[in-house]
Each structure stands twice: as C-alpha cells, then as structure tokens.
C-alpha cells in the first residue's frame, strides 16, 4: 500500500441546464488539481454535469446528446489525474444519479446511487431508476467506495461499500442548506463510519438554483469520528485531502477545519449567495425594491449590497400621506449609509388619479382594505416600471409570516422577480437584521426598535391584525414545519381561539402564494416546492 494519496474536493457551482459550460468548468479544475495542487484524485459533486436539481430538463430529449458529449469531452480532456464526477446516465428508458471515476480515458468505477430521496425539496423518484450495486475503485492501492447524497443517510450503500473491500467512503453530494444542516450532516456521516469502521470524504456545492441554496461545508472524518477537514459555507474552493494509508487503515490527514457558523450568520451568508445566483445566473444588471423605512426592506438592502455591491442596487421611498417622517428619514440614512442609488416618488397623483377614477362604481362606500391595496398596486406599478426599464429585477420585501397569513397584496408589494427573505419568520428577519449590523453598520437602529406598520392608514401598527410576532411565529412554524394539529399546538401553550384563527388565514390565502415569487428556502418548510397544499379546500380547523 501506498503512503498516501492527495484527493482534490472541487466544491463549486455549477448552472443547471448549462452542459457545456459545466464540462468546461469540470475540464478547468482537473488541470488546476493536477498541474497546482499535484493531486492523485479530483472530485465533482452530484450531477455537476447537469447541474442539480435539474428537474423535468431530465426528461428533454436534447439533454441527453449533451450529457453524451460533455462526457466524451471530460473522457478525452483529462489526463495524469483520476477524475470523479457525477451526472445523469441514460440506459434505455431509464436515468440513473450516477457517478463516473475516469483516467487518462479509461473508466474505473460507475456507480448508481441506491436510495432516491422522495420527500420535501426531493422527488428523485420521479426521475431515477435506483441503483443496486456498490462500486470500489483503487488509487495507488487505497480502495475507495462511493455513495451519493442520500445514500450515506441510510445504513445500506456503506455498508455495501465497505463489504465490497472499500477503505474509505467518498460521498459526492447536492445537498441544500437548511437550518443546522452542517450538523445533521456530520451526525449522519458519523453514523455511518461508527457502522463501517471506516472513514469518509464528503463533497458538498454551493450555489443558489431558484429556490434552494448549497452551502459547501464539505469535510472529511477519520475513523473514530472526528472532523480532520471542513470547508467554509457557501464558497467556492479546491480543497486538498491526504488520505494516508498504513497497516490499520486508512486516515484523512488533519487539516484546516473551519469553525461551524452560526445561525444568523448561515442563513445571512445562505440570502446573500442565494440573492447573488439568481440575479447573475438569469443576467439582470442590478436590482430594485421598494424602501419603506421598515425592518424588511432594510434588511434587504443590506444582503442586495453584499450579494451585488452597493453600485447595482436601486431604491425608491414612495411616501404617501401615512408614511411617517420616521420611516423617510430612516430610509435616507440607510442609502447614505450603504451608497445607494436612491429616488423619492411620491405616489398621491397616482393614488388620487386611481381613487378618482374608480368614483363612480365606488360611490360613498367607505373606506376600507381596498383604499390600502391601491396604495400597495401603485407602488408595485412604479418599481415593476423602473424594473422594466432599467433592466434591473425587483425583488419583493415580504417574509414568511406576512406570506402565511396573507398580510400581504397582491399585484402590490408582492410583485417582482424574487423574494430574499420569503422563508424568514418576522422574528429571524429582527435576528439577521441585528447580526448585520455586528459586521458594520447597515440598518438604524430605530428601524429595529420601532413597532413594525405597514403604514397605509393613520397610526397603523402590525399588531392590529395579527398576534405579536412572538405568539405569531412559534405557530406558524408548527403548522408549517411541525404539521401539528390545533390541538397539538394549543397543548404547547397557545390560545386555541388564536391558532384557529391564524391556521384559518394560512389556509385562506394558499391562492396569494401561488403568485408570490421564488424565494431562498432556509427552513425545513418553505412556501414553494416542499408545500403544496390545495388552493381549493373543504378542511376547517376546529375551535
């Protein structure tokens, strides 16, 4: 047996739906690997080929000519360095989430991944035939088995691996971020090596797609269970390994293992790298938002300006007769603050223009929400013009409490291309708002402190129509998250009048969400791909 073999992890970014350009990528990083880092071994996460998750393009019958011949060209491209890389292989009518290891041409080992994940974000099962078999493969005698993603998160195709003579275990991954999700992870591995005895690499990428966000984090555990190696979240990088080999096995060398962050600052650091993808991959020269003077538009602006730079971020205040002096001179302190371009329109000639025409259906019938929702419809009017304009996407300012129980218009300030804090309670957007200001100084402080209004009657404050923020949130989560039942949330301590009232208005504006944008998942649960609730339903809450 060898001493030692160095393994190169590329945990990057790759564009779903973008074959040729991933090839590229795959091409670049192996020579890096071999001719800078003189590494025996580069490795690729899940369907780096394709990107991931790519979806129903699976199923386009162009994606698989170029799938062909992005593996053809990686095959003959690749030289003096052993190459692991995965990608979407079809056989007949079926697709497998394969991996393929590859040198100087020839293929060593290919192997199918075994357990399809079929739950929240994932619907593999979908697409994918599973796999059956474990594959091993040697470099300079070390033996070495592979798993993909959800495999290691079941006892099965390690065990495979290791009965079928591997001395470590090589996880290649897409794995989406998540609260603590660098902890389950690690817990999971662990699992794994306290089963087979032997230890492993993990591969994660990074990179924002629609909804989900990759966060890296990827690290290597030796035997007894001890992280020797972790990556930095949300990165792209090249990161070295030694896999040392002696007549008790084989160990990854210690190495830097980056501190694990913390919550605010993961899912900061998630925002910000999902808000940049999004905006850079689809081509947008810059963003807009409405600024308001508020605790969401705030903190939006901060992760635009550190996702994008300060110089591709747009602002507009559009007062009206019920925005405050407070809000207009806290939004003017934050622009200057983080210099951003920043414009005042006034909305009252558009509102009174709308009001009054709209006079005779609406005679002397009093005012109410609909006098609100026409201040929110020319406010989405006028940032959807300047959008349309300047080339710049909009994105929307509403969290996850507001889109759960409808406080929110549409048409209005649910209108734009993406929403950055749409899977964030109230109470994390107060959280990521203080964690910003720790870095340097972003939001007022009196944005933070004040009660939250939407501002569009006299004197309005949040709490008008909602429970506090901090009955409200714990709730939300619950049902949402928890899928616990009114009496199961009401045994933790809640009003029951309450959570029916508030599990009622989550119900009642399924139809809202289904028009709201994409925004960055960071929960277990988020509004999008992992809910999917009916719009038309005879269920009621009972009190």
């Known amino acids: 047996m060898t001493d030692k073999i160095s393994v190169a992890l590329a945990q990057l970014d790759f564009i779903v739906g973008d074959v040729a350009g991933n090839a590229a990528k795959i091409l670049q990083y192996s020579a890096r690997a071999r001719d800078d880092l003189r590494a025996d071994v580069v490795v690729f996460p899940e369907l780096s080929i394709s990107g991931y998750p790519p979806e129903d393009l699976l199923f386009h019958g162009g994606l698989r000519w170029r799938i062909t011949a992005a593996l053809d060209r990686i095959r003959t491209g690749v030289r003096d360095i052993v190459v692991v890389v995965g990608y979407p292989e079809y056989v007949d009518e079926n697709i497998f989430n394969s991996c393929i ?13 075994c357990i399809l994940p079929n739950y929240r974000v994932f619907d593999e099962v979908r697409y994918f035939t599973p796999g059956k078999t474990a594959a091993v493969f040697s470099v300079k005698g070390i033996r070495i088995g592979i798993n993909i993603c959800e495999d290691v998160w079941q006892s099965g195709p390690a065990s495979a691996a290791r009965a079928a003579g591997a001395e470590f275990i090589l996880v290649i991954n897409g794995s989406p971020y998540e609260l603590d999700s660098q902890q389950k992870r690690e817990t999971v591995v662990r699992q794994r090596i306290e089963e087979t005895g032997i ?41 070295v390994v030694e896999l040392k080999g002696s007549a008790t096995g084989v160990e990854p060398a210690k190495a830097e293992v980056v501190a694990m962050q913390s919550t605010e600052e993961s899912v900061y650091g998630a925002l910000v790298r999902g808000t940049r993808d999004y905006v850079n991959k689809h081509g947008f020269k810059g963003v807009v938002l409405g600024l308001s003077g508020g605790i969401d538009s705030a903190l939006i602006v901060a992760i635009a300006c550190d996702a994008l730079g300060a110089e591709r971020v747009r602002a507009l205040m559009m007062p009206f007769r019920y925005t405050s002096n407070m809000s207009q001179e806290d939004a003017a302190k934050q622009v200057a603050t983080l210099g951003v371009q920043y414009d005042v329109v ?11 025409s709209l006079k005779p259906i609406f005679g002397n019938m009093p005012n109410d929400v609909t006098e609100e929702n026409i201040q929110a419809r020319c ?7 300047v959008s349309n304009k300047t080339g710049c996407m909009l994105l929307t300012t509403g969290n996850k409490s507001e889109m759960a129980v409808g406080y929110a218009t549409l048409y209005g300030d649910m209108a734009g ?19 910003r200001n720790s870095l340097s100084p972003a939001i007022p402080k009196r944005v933070i402190a004040r009660p939250p209004s939407a501002e569009l009657r006299p004197d309005q404050k949040d709490s008008d129509s909602l429970p506090a923020y901090d009955v409200l949130d714990p709730i939300l989560e619950a049902f949402i998250e928890d899928d616990l039942s009114v009496d199961e949330i009401t045994r933790r301590g809640f009003d029951r009048v309450t959570v029916t009232r508030i599990l009622e208005m989550v119900k009642s504006n399924e139809y809202k969400r289904r028009q709201s944008p994409p925004g960055i998942r960071i929960s277990t649960r988020a509004f999008g791909r992992d809910w999917r609730y009916p719009i038309t339903s005879g269920y009621t809450f009972p009190e």
């Open 101 to 113: 290891v590859l040198k100087d041409g020839e293929t060593l080992a290919n192997y199918r991944k």
């Open 199 to 239: 230890p492993a690499l993990y591969l994660n990428m990074v990179g924002g797609q629609d909804e989900l966000v990759f966060d890296g984090g990827s690290f290597a555990m030796d035997a007894a269970g001890e992280v020797s190696f972790r990556a930095s979240a949300f990165d792209e990088g090249l990161h």
């Open 346 to 356: 006034p909305i009252s000639p558009m509102y009174e223009a709308t009001t009054a």
């Open 379 to 385: 406010r989405g009017l006028l940032l959807m013009a």
């Open 417 to 435: 291309g993406f929403a950055p804090i749409k899977d964030c309670s109230k109470t994390m957007v107060y959280r990521l708002a203080k964690y």
